[in-house]
């Protein structure tokens, strides 16, 4: 019993917390917004599903970085490119992307195309912090570890955000997803917080 209603005051300290900071960003997404509407139209957000705790699978809100069409040009990169296919297949990412629009680097860079991921936090499926949204077929990727990564809510920030970001190798992120499920902690949390300030900050590692 102990044990459930902690949970259930993070939870509502999480949501308390994520509805203060919409309130304080509010004025600087609808800039974003205005931005995105400005150099490349509609929409202004999108949805990528990804697997949370106990497998629940939800929408994962990001602004939108990429042209409209994406996953047609990841797939024509994929086809006629081997050295990006070789890249897609071993990271899940691109390190140059031609997916993204201009807009979208600058938010990826300083990370704001995530501020929207605080409904997912209002809505439960998020923590402020905990391990990295990963998509369904990720998951057989994380081996043992997986059982780790389902026992919590991933977060909008953790350690892979902290620890060089794209700069680490997917098994480092999958490491560090391990590492902040084993030894997580309310004190853990808020030095990631404020680590996430500082990266933010500089753009260490940025996407």
């Not at 084993?182 to 990631?192: A, K, L, N, P, T």
Request: net charge positive; glycine share 8%; hydrophobic share 45%.
């Amino acid at each position: 019993m102990g044990a459930m209603k902690e949970a259930m005051a993070w939870a509502f300290l999480n949501q308390f917390s994520a509805l203060i900071l919409l309130l304080l960003f509010a004025p600087l997404m609808l800039l974003i917004i205005a931005m995105i509407w400005r150099f490349d139209g509609s929409p202004f957000t999108f949805a990528h599903y990804r697997v949370g705790m106990g497998g629940k699978v939800f929408p994962c809100f990001k602004f939108r970085t990429m042209v409209r069409n994406s996953e047609q040009v990841l797939q024509a990169l994929l086809c006629t490119d081997p050295a990006a296919r070789a890249e897609w297949e071993r990271d899940q990412k691109l390190s140059n992307d031609p997916r993204i629009t201009p807009i979208g680097k600058f938010l990826r860079k300083t990370s704001l195309d995530e501020l929207p991921q605080l409904f997912n936090v209002l809505r439960g499926d998020m923590n402020l912090v905990g391990p990295r949204p990963i998509m369904l077929g990720e998951l057989p990727r994380y081996g043992q570890v997986r059982w780790h990564y389902l026992s919590v809510k991933p977060g909008m920030t953790g350690l892979w955000q902290v620890s060089g970001r794209n700069a680490t190798s997917y098994e480092e992120r999958v490491a560090l997803d391990r590492r902040y499920v084993e030894q997580r902690s309310g004190w853990m949390d808020v030095c990631i917080l404020f680590r996430t300030l500082g990266v933010v900050l500089t753009g260490h590692g940025a996407r």
